[in-house]
């Protein structure tokens, strides 16, 4: 099937893009969406304009759309977007990266529905502890970019997702019901090699901002290197 990938540049979104292409699925185009608020019911927010360089890694295209990010509103927008593509008769479905989103993941499958196209969501329901070790076992280099949960402090931005750092989320987990996955919000990531990237991506500055229980990893300069 001809995909058109729901892409945000974190995790879930990427592992779901990838797992569609090893399915024998064409990824054609990934879709951006840019919310003019932070506080997105559908969207992720942190450093999404950098998917342009995750594109040019993976050589897929990439469109970037602005979004009013008010609730409901947003899923209005991104219906007509899909109904753009659906009549030009580019796509047979939508990748999305849902876990337990209902709220996401049923209004995605509305829009489907309603253009009669697939909605590909293999992370719906999925173990959170051994869809994390697969992200790390597969090779996918996963930066936290942003925090906003007790227990997750700013030494968390930056890092990647790894053993240590996934045995800290269980932790936290168990003392203060973090999601492992950071699928209540508690953290956002911004991938930077995986197995679908030709090149990998290097930051080379970045600062972060720091409020009260919050703080975001500012990518402020980005180059693509070949892979050796």
């Not at 659906?86 to 995605?108: H, L």
């Not at 009669?116 to 969501?121: C, V």
């Not at 080379?204 to 703080?215: D, F, P, Q, V």
Request: proline share 1%; charged share 30%; glycine share 8%.
């Amino acid at each position: 099937m001809r995909m058109l990938s729901l892409f945000s540049g974190g995790k879930d979104s990427l592992f779901a893009t990838y797992l569609a292409m090893r399915e024998g699925h064409e990824v054609v185009c990934l879709l951006s969406l840019e919310s003019e608020r932070d506080d997105s019911y559908m969207f992720h927010v942190p450093n999404i304009s950098l998917t342009s360089f995750q594109a040019k890694a993976m050589g897929i295209a990439l469109v970037r759309k602005s979004v009013k990010g008010e609730k409901e509103k947003e899923v209005e927008e991104l219906h007509h977007i899909i109904g753009e593509f659906v009549k030009n008769k580019e796509i047979d479905g939508i990748i999305t990266g849902a876990i337990e989103s209902n709220y996401q993941r049923e209004r995605i499958q509305k829009i489907a529905d309603h253009y009669g196209i697939f909605h590909y969501a293999p992370l719906w329901k999925t173990d959170t502890n051994e869809y994390m070790k697969s992200l790390i076992k597969n090779g996918f280099k996963v930066i936290i970019v942003s925090v906003s949960a007790l227990g997750l402090d700013e030494s968390f931005l930056g890092r990647i997702i790894d053993e240590e750092i996934l045995e800290k989320l269980k932790l936290l987990n168990k003392k203060y019901g973090v999601h492992i996955a950071g699928e209540g919000g508690e953290y956002e990531t911004f991938v930077t090699d995986a197995p679908i990237f030709k090149k990998r991506l290097i930051i080379e500055k970045s600062r972060k901002i720091i409020k009260n229980l919050n703080g975001t990893l500012v990518i402020e300069s980005i180059i693509l290197e070949d892979k050796s």
